[in-house]
């Protein structure tokens, strides 16, 4: 354990106290339509619904990424030569360790910095790694994408960011262009970007993966209230809310609602913020963009991050991108 721990190194993103003051918790919950921000889906308990999540027979995107992965880990690995990885919302790792794989029989220096909002679960991943890996060195950064991005430790080599899951389908186009302007600020000329993303495709099949048989997207859905009731000493009544999750044509999104079913009035009270919430109001906690390539390849351009390769599944559905700047 001692000779693990020295290989562990830990880092509490500070400001993490100052985002938990929830001035755009506040901000979404005042616009019309009301929104949350999708990180309150992430606590410890949203992020093992959400591995539940990647197992379901509807959920395409894991599984089909995970596959892209296994098949060019090793090519990706010699692409870019020994790096230290840095992967925002790491979860548990899972797909990572393809890569740490591909990565360990060549890089004898390996690192790897794994950044989320979940801290108990980056603690659980990081000690599972370490045991995995003999001589892995572990950076765990607790805290928010844009935290991290702006404290990361000084880079030491050559550097490659990993960002997953189609997460950066989350962001809004204008918060994906400050996003990307932070990747770029964090990363040096020659340092590599690998991104996952899910793409356009027949919307039934992608309505379908967002409105599981089980319910366990809607359990994930509805867990970011009970979040936020015990963060914040919250009164939402989470069995009078519907999940509702429908594509977007106009914007080629997936978006989670929840639905209200009766008149409530709701009190944060650590905020000391109260609303009130009509019959048939709606709560919108995630967006889930679905991407076209070429938009995607220029988009990524603007930032000075160049698609040295894209590899997809035989179906199209998703793409991993790997950008050098
Ligand atoms: C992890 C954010 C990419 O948007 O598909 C899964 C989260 N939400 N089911 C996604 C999610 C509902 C997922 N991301």
Redesign the pocket.
């Known amino acids: 354990v001692k000779q693990e721990c020295s290989r562990l190194n830990w880092i509490n993103l500070d400001a993490l106290e100052a985002v938990d003051q929830a001035d755009d918790l506040i901000a979404g919950l005042k616009q019309t339509p009301k929104t949350l921000p999708?990180r309150y889906l992430y606590d410890d308990r949203g992020s093992a619904l959400?591995e539940k999540?990647c197992d379901l027979p509807e959920?395409y995107?894991t599984r089909t990424e995970q596959a892209i992965l296994e098949q060019n880990a090793s090519a990706i690995a010699q692409m870019t030569g020994s790096c230290e990885l840095i992967e925002l919302g790491s979860g548990s790792s899972r797909k990572t360790h393809l890569l740490l794989e591909a990565y360990s029989q060549t890089d004898q220096s390996l690192s790897y910095c794994p950044v989320d909002v979940s801290t108990g679960l980056l603690r659980t991943t990081a000690l599972q790694l370490l045991h995995h890996y003999p001589t892995l060195q572990v950076c765990g950064l607790a805290g928010t994408y844009e935290q991290a991005l702006a404290q990361l430790p000084p880079a030491t080599r050559r550097r490659m960011l990993i960002f997953l899951?189609?997460?950066l389908?989350?962001l809004n186009p204008q918060d994906c262009d400050r996003f990307l302007t932070q990747v770029q600020s964090a990363l040096q000329p020659g340092d590599f970007f690998l991104v996952g993303v899910?793409l356009q495709k027949d919307v039934d099949l992608i309505e379908t993966a967002?409105n599981d048989a089980q319910g366990v997207?809607a359990a994930?859905n509805l867990n970011a209230l009970k979040h936020l009731n015990q963060q914040f000493e919250g009164n939402f009544r989470l069995n009078q809310f519907a999940h509702w999750a429908f594509y977007n044509p106009v914007d080629h999104q997936?978006e989670?609602h929840l639905f209200n079913l009766r008149p409530q009035f709701i009190f944060l009270r650590t905020l000391n913020f109260a609303i009130e919430l009509q019959i048939g109001e709606t709560i919108r906690t995630?967006i889930?963009r679905k991407f076209y390539l070429p938009t995607l390849i220029s988009t990524l351009e603007r930032h000075d991050l160049r698609s040295l390769q894209v590899w997809t599944d035989p179906n199209r559905w998703f793409a991993l991108l790997l950008c050098q700047r």
């Open positions: 999708c959400f999540i959920y995107p899951g189609s997460t389908g989350n899910d967002y997207t994930f997936i989670m995630e889930s």
